[in-house]
């Protein structure tokens, strides 16, 4: 049986899971999903990044114990995967002494490549990338483009560095053939322009003063911790036994798709490859990058008091009508804005209006029908109608090959408009010779659409099904 690999990126859990996370994970669950309906074997990865300074930090603001802090904030993002009906098959905690392991044996493999020294070093330190710029990498004030307004640190001290310049060319091969596939093709862009610049080598752990004696040890030297990056990373790999399971490992690695923000492009195409390239082990095969959750035209900030809990969105309009929102309304390359406006108008005329209306039509006026029975044939009447949704399934197949979700779920509403207008056209109210032939087509396209549905809509699809077999009439999706 084919395999397929997936991943989201691991969140840092300083804090609790935003709109921006579940956008993420509800993207990476719709991938998995298609792959397990094509009968693959599929292994859909999270975790959490928990050996970052920022969750040592916001531990000690919340005074809480560090491993308490971190486990709570993981089991919220747990949470919030169940909450919006994401299936991960692997949750791999970045503080796991398994997982420790793991990351240890990545560092000996780019050791002993000779890709890994010591040397003493000064620079600006953003704590929210967890990562040092140069100054012409920063803003006219100075400051980090993904963190404005955040003052940087001034860190000097001896660390291990990772031979980063080594790689270049290397690397924009890779690109280059396309061995590691970037979507959307601007991010590939961006990446080789980055390349195009002489690379620099990039400290790979920190002090264990600077680091509060929290993360991987560094193997060989007590006084020093990895660096988050060269640990969180690795998860993808430790998560399926890098180091742990040899035969899992070599089941599943490399992974065939990772999913992640375009504020961590770097790291996953120009860090994470060279690290594997160093330690002689396969790169994985695409990157996926999306953009951002902005609300109301801003980007979400405790500061403007914007920041949407995605629990409580689910709370009042349930998890599918969530991941629809974000499926539909979200460009899944670019950035996209959250509104509530915005959130109920697509919820009512696509999902009240649209959806739920549709299946609640086709059922009441198949119920009315004496002795009907709900048998769903694998033959339409209408050649139209039969073609279209042969046509639908190609269209959201080439969709999601590219990452396409909106279009998918278009084409999986053109059948909705097109019904609409077969009922009106045919009045299978009315008492006619082929007013049984017209409403089985409809019963039959209700059916195809709740297949159509299972990667976006789980949920939805379930109830109608069910609805179809108990031959019940329920709004699926209440107006608001």
């Not at 050996?51 to 904030?73: H, M, S, T, Y």
């Not at 040397?119 to 990562?131: D, H, P």
Request: hydrophobic fraction near 40%; proline fraction near 4%; charge should be neutral.
């Amino acid at each position: 049986m084919a395999k397929f690999y997936v991943t989201t990126a691991i969140p840092y859990v300083n804090a609790r899971p935003h709109l921006g996370h579940a956008l993420e994970f509800v993207q990476a669950d719709v991938i998995a999903r298609s792959h397990r309906f094509k009968g693959e074997d599929v292994l859909l990865l999270s975790g959490s990044d928990e050996n970052a300074l920022k969750n040592v930090q916001a531990a000690e603001k919340a005074r809480v114990p560090i491993q308490q802090f971190i486990d709570g904030n993981a089991n919220a993002f747990r949470d919030l995967a169940d909450t919006l009906g994401v299936q991960f098959s692997v949750f791999q905690k970045g503080s796991n002494t398994q997982h420790h392991l793991s990351s240890q044996k990545l560092w000996m493999l780019c050791e002993k490549a000779g890709d890994i020294y010591k040397k003493a070093y000064e620079g600006l330190y953003c704590v929210g990338c967890e990562t040092f710029y140069l100054r012409d990498e920063l803003d006219e004030h100075g400051e980090c483009f993904e963190h404005p307004g955040r003052k940087l640190e001034k860190v000097a001290e001896e660390n291990y560095f990772f031979r980063l310049s080594r790689y270049q060319e290397k690397l924009i091969d890779a690109l280059g053939k396309d061995g590691l596939c970037i979507v959307p093709v601007g991010r590939k862009n961006e990446v080789l322009s980055f390349l195009k610049q002489p690379l620099q080598d990039i400290s790979i752990s920190r002090s264990n003063e600077r680091a509060k004696n929290w993360g991987v040890p560094v193997p060989g030297d007590s006084s020093q911790r990895m660096y988050v990056w060269f640990d969180a990373l690795n998860i993808y790999q430790s998560g399926v036994g890098f180091g742990l399971d040899e035969e899992q490992y070599n089941r599943w690695w490399p992974a065939d798709l990772h999913v992640i923000g375009k504020g961590i492009l770097r790291f996953h195409a120009v860090y994470w490859p060279a690290f594997l390239l160093s330690a002689g082990l396969p790169l994985p095969r695409t990157i996926f990058v999306h953009g951002y959750i902005t609300v109301g035209g801003q980007k979400m900030s405790k500061t403007l008091g914007n920041v949407i809990d995605p629990f409580l969105l689910v709370e009042k309009y349930g998890a599918d009508a969530v991941r629809y929102f974000f499926l539909r309304e979200i460009p899944p390359a670019e950035d996209g804005d959250f509104t509530h406006e915005k959130f109920e108008t697509r919820y009512n005329a696509d999902l009240a209006g649209g959806l739920g209306n549709f299946v609640a039509r086709v059922l009441t006026l198949a119920t009315k029908i004496s002795n009907f029975q709900f048998l769903i044939s694998k033959k339409f009447l209408n050649s139209n109608l039969q073609n279209l949704i042969g046509e639908t399934k190609q269209k959201i197949d080439s969709a999601l090959e590219e990452f396409r979700f909106n279009d998918a779920l278009r084409a999986i509403w053109d059948i909705i408009h097109f019904c609409d207008k077969y009922i009106d056209e045919r009045k299978p109210w009315v008492e006619s010779s082929g007013q049984r032939e017209v409403i089985g087509d409809l019963v039959l396209t209700t059916f195809e659409i709740s297949e159509l549905l299972k990667p976006f809509l789980p949920i939805t699809s379930g109830r109608m099904r069910k609805q179809l077999e108990n031959k019940q009439v329920e709004m699926l999706f209440p107006r608001r």
